[in-house]
């Protein structure tokens, strides 16, 4: 079916009573008929033809409006598709990220700077252990850094 371009409840009545209608009232004219009933005739077929095409306007206005939503619906599902895509595409990234980097993601532990100095065993064994020398593992236990801390002090 062809589309309506325009609006018919827009659409005027013509006057049939005007002189470029005398023509068509003349050929309704007859002893039944007067000229008032055969320009009534012709408004009432005017009339029921532009209700018909008012009902096809309408019907055409709804099918247009479910065809809009329709599309605005794919368009809305295509959108959301692409948009979890790149997050997804985003989360891998990431993933690969923190997998090549482990160390560039490791957590850091919310503790304060230190107060006190780090407790290192004495000078004498630190040295023995950059010449990759023998070192009793004494100097590493809590009394022998005790006892590296004492003399330090003194």
Request: proline residues 5%; charged residues 35%; contains cysteine.
């Amino acid at each position: 079916m062809p589309r309506i371009r325009n609006d018919p409840n827009l659409n005027i009545c013509p006057d049939y009573a005007a002189d470029v209608f005398e023509n068509i009232r003349a050929q309704l004219v007859n002893e039944n008929t007067t000229e008032a009933q055969a320009m009534q005739l012709l408004r009432n077929i005017w009339e029921a033809n532009n209700n018909a095409v008012k009902v096809l306007w309408q019907q055409q206005l709804d099918d247009d409006r479910e065809q809009r939503e329709h599309r605005e619906r794919l368009d809305e599902d295509e959108q959301e598709r692409l948009s979890q895509e790149r997050i997804d595409e985003e989360e891998a990234a990431r993933k690969e990220e923190k997998k090549k980097n482990k160390h560039k993601y490791t957590p850091i532990l919310e503790t304060g700077i230190p107060n006190e100095p780090a407790i290192t065993p004495c000078s004498y064994v630190l040295r023995k252990l950059d010449k990759g020398e023998y070192v009793e593992l004494w100097y590493f236990t809590n009394d022998g850094l005790d006892e590296a801390s004492i003399k330090k002090n003194h």
